[in-house]
C-alpha cells in the first residue's frame, strides 16, 4: 500500500571523490530529473546551500556506497562525514540510500540511448543520483519510510 508523500521538491545526491551528481523531484514527487553536476571542490558546501536555498527541499537523498554483500565500503566513512557537514551547515534532513549498481545502472541507461562511457562524463552522475532519488521515493512511499535521517 502505498501513502501519500508531503507536496515538496527532494534531493539526491550521488557523492564523489570528483564530482557530486544530482537530481531533484518536482513539487509532486512524480518526476525525477537530473538537476546538475558539482565539482567537489572548496566551493561545494556554499554551491549545496545556494540550491537549498533556491529549491526548498523537504529532504537530501545521499547515496550510501555499500558492497554487494551490503557491508559498509571504504567510502562510506567518507559519504558520513558529508552528510553530516551538509546537515550541520544547512540544517536539512539527510536520508542515506544504498546505492548499490546505482552508477552501473546509469552507464547501462545511457548505453541504451547511444551515449557511450566518453560522451556520458558529464551527466552519468546526475544518472545515478536520478537512480538514488527514485528508490529514496520508492521507500519513503512504503509502510517503512525513508528511516532515521543522519
Known amino acids: 500500500m502505498a501513502i501519500q508523500l508531503r507536496r515538496g ?3 539526491g545526491i550521488d557523492y564523489g571523490d570528483v564530482r557530486i551528481g544530482v537530481a531533484i ?9 537530473p538537476l546538475l553536476t558539482l565539482k567537489n571542490d572548496e566551493e561545494l558546501f556554499q554551491n549545496l546551500a545556494n540550491l537549498v536555498k ?3 527541499p523537504l529532504y537530501i537523498a545521499l547515496g550510501s556506497p555499500l558492497h554487494l554483500s551490503g557491508e559498509k565500503s571504504s567510502k562510506s566513512a567518507a559519504v558520513l562525514a558529508f552528510a553530516n557537514k551538509v546537515k550541520e551547515l544547512l540544517k536539512i ?24 562511457s566518453r560522451e556520458s562524463k558529464g551527466i552519468i552522475d546526475q544518472i545515478a543520483a536520478v537512480n538514488i532519488l527514485n528508490q529514496a ?6 509502510t517503512n519510510g525513508l528511516g532515521d535521517p543522519v
Open 9 to 11: 521538491r527532494r534531493i
Open 25 to 33: 523531484t518536482d513539487l509532486d514527487a512524480i518526476l525525477v530529473s
Open 137 to 142: 521515493l520508492l521507500l519513503e512511499s512504503s
Open 93 to 116: 534532513d539527510i536520508f542515506l540510500v544504498d546505492e548499490r549498481l546505482t552508477t552501473k545502472s546509469a552507464q547501462s541507461q545511457l548505453r541504451e540511448v547511444g551515449i557511450g
Open 54 to 56: 533556491e529549491q526548498e
